[in-house]
C-alpha cells in the first residue's frame, strides 16, 4: 500500500529555516501530484504548497515556502525559511491523485519560538 514518510521537523528560533522531506513508495511517484498540509493546535488542516508532475508549482499561500520533488529517488521535500512563531504546526506530506488528496504520511512537528 502506499507509504508517505516525513522527516526533518523540529525545533527553530523564529526566523530560522527547516527542511523536511516525505519519502513516497508503493506507488509510481512521477505520475502524482505531491503537496504539503500544516496542522496548527487547535486550528484546521491548510495546504501549503503543491508540486504536480511535471513540476508545476502552486501556492496555496503566501511564505517563504519551497517544495521541490525527486522523481528519481520518489522524494518531495518543503524547504521553509524565515520562519515565524505561526508557522508552528504539524506538517503533513500528501498525495495528489485524479485532484484529490488521497494519502497522507504521519505528519512531522514544526516548532518555531
Known amino acids: 500500500h502506499v507509504q508517505l514518510a516525513e522527516s526533518g521537523g523540529g525545533s527553530v528560533e523564529a526566523g530560522g529555516s527547516l527542511k523536511l522531506s516525505c519519502a513516497a513508495s508503493?506507488?509510481?511517484?512521477?505520475?502524482?501530484?505531491m503537496g504539503w498540509y500544516r496542522q496548527a493546535q487547535g486550528k484546521e488542516r491548510e495546504l501549503v504548497i503543491m508540486?504536480?508532475?511535471?513540476?508545476t508549482i502552486k501556492d496555496a499561500m503566501k511564505g517563504p515556502f519551497t517544495i521541490s520533488r525527486n522523481n528519481a529517488e520518489n522524494t518531495v521535500s518543503l524547504e521553509m525559511n524565515s520562519l515565524k512563531p505561526e508557522d508552528t504546526a504539524e506538517y503533513y506530506c500528501v498525495r495528489n491523485s485524479m485532484s484529490s488528496f488521497d494519502y497522507w504520511g504521519q505528519g512531522t512537528q514544526v516548532t518555531v519560538s
Open positions: 508503493e506507488y509510481i511517484f512521477s505520475m502524482c501530484g
Open positions: 508540486i504536480a508532475p511535471d513540476g
